[in-house]
């Protein structure tokens, strides 16, 4: 954890510790060891870059970006978390990436949630990382904030493919907000055998 905090300042250590213990858990129950770890801190307003992707291997912060929440969420903050179909809001909890594809978004990346009742639905809610034209600075110059989406993590287009090859095929995604029920509920928080700090 030391070494990722000292590569990414930005970042809560807090949230940091929680995302590396999530996946930590996650490996202990079986689960293959990741190449890089995306972090969104849901917490921060959407005008900050909130997105951080590290390599694990080389502990380097290799992007710091904007990402939107959904509609349903919040207007620059978000504070409502859902997952079921339709209420356009994000999810939180831990995924793990999966395979990327080109739709109606352009080139995307489909995830799994891996929280029973937290992110489970995120495939058949088509929860994706997508770009979007309206990720885009000149929006916080305009409205106060970013855009948003129906509920997927967007990004950039400049960045959106980028991202993609970055955190396709395997990667493990963790979306933080202190969500009480979350806290005290989520076993990948909540997790005896994932180490806080074995990352250091």
Known sequence: VRALTAVAPTLDRSVLRRAVAAMNCA??????RAERLAIIDFSLPS??????????????LLLNELVAHGQGSGQNVAS????????????????????SYRGRH???????????????LARERAIV???????DPQWIDRQGRIGRSQGCPAVRQEVASTVVDT????????????????????????????GLASLD
């Open 106 to 120: 352009g080139y995307s990346l489909r995830m799994d949630g891996l929280e029973a009742g937290i992110n489970d």
């Open 47 to 60: 005008t900050e870059q909130r997105l951080w992707i590290f390599d694990l291997s080389q502990r380097e």
């Open 27 to 32: 490996l202990d129950r079986g689960l293959e």
């Open 80 to 99: 409502r978390f859902s997952n079921v179909s339709g209420s356009h809001q994000s999810s939180i909890g831990l995924f793990r990436t999966s395979e």
């Open 129 to 135: 990382i997508h770009g979007a034209d309206y990720v």
């Open 167 to 194: 955190l396709k095929d395997g990667q493990f995604l963790f979306s933080w907000y202190p969500d009480p029920d979350w806290l005290a509920n989520s076993d990948f928080l909540n997790c005896p055998a994932g």
